[in-house]
């Protein structure tokens, strides 16, 4: 697959998959008391750092958006 995720999209999925471990593993927050939004944060979680890590979005691709430059 070719590469669909730019630099800035890029960080900010970087960061925001960051921010929702923490809350999610870290966090005595009442929402993430429940297994299934703590489980299901994780895994939103993940698909953002694997994304970021791999710059290839399945649904930028379904959709046709691009936001690099190549």
């Known amino acids: 697959m070719a590469m669909n995720v730019g630099t800035l999209d890029r960080i900010l999925r970087a960061a925001l998959g960051l921010g929702l471990l923490y809350l999610a593993l870290m966090s005595d ?23 970021a890590m791999t710059r290839v979005c399945p649904l930028y691709t379904i959709f046709g958006l691009k936001t690099c430059r190549r």
Do not use: K, N, T
């Open 29 to 51: 927050l009442a929402l993430f008391q429940s297994a299934i939004v703590r489980y299901g944060v994780i895994a939103v979680a993940v698909v953002m750092l694997v994304v």
